[in-house]
Nanobody
Framework: QVRVVESGGGSVQAGGSLRLSCTTS????????MGWFRRPPGKEREFVSS????????YYSDSAKGRFTISRDNDKNTLTLQMNNLTPEDTAVYYC???????????WGQGIQVTVSS
């Protein structure tokens, strides 16, 4: 079974920055895609950003573009999300997912809280 472990997160004031990291126990095509999703309070889970191991394609939601940067260390099976200029609307539980492609995520972390105060 592939393990997915998130770290980082926490609380910050609006305009601040946070960095999320995610590490998997797998470096096979099963985890070609790794991505971040989030579930704001009272809302459905939504896509934030993803990056593929093979090809290195990156994807961002409209809300993440220009503020968040995704990076990936394939040797360490680690995905990082640098979040800048945070707003209270970014408050959510953030989840890391991994799967064979960006349309399918089979493995998930437990989630990590990000709280942005105004």
């Amino acid at each position: 079974q592939v393990r997915v472990v998130e770290s980082g997160g926490g609380s910050v004031q609006a305009g601040g920055s946070l960095r999320l990291s995610c590490t998997t126990s797998d470096n096979t095509p099963r985890t070609n895609a790794m991505g971040w999703f989030r579930r704001p309070p009272g809302k459905e889970r939504e896509f934030v950003s993803s990056k593929e191991r093979y090809g290195g394609n990156e994807y961002y939601s409209d809300s993440a573009k220009g503020r968040f940067t995704i990076s990936r260390d394939n040797d360490k099976n680690t995905l990082t999300l640098q979040m800048n200029n945070l707003t209270p609307e970014d408050t959510a539980v953030y989840y890391c997912g991994a799967g064979p492609h960006t349309g399918r995520y089979d493995y998930w972390g437990q989630g990590i809280q990000v709280t942005v105060s105004s």
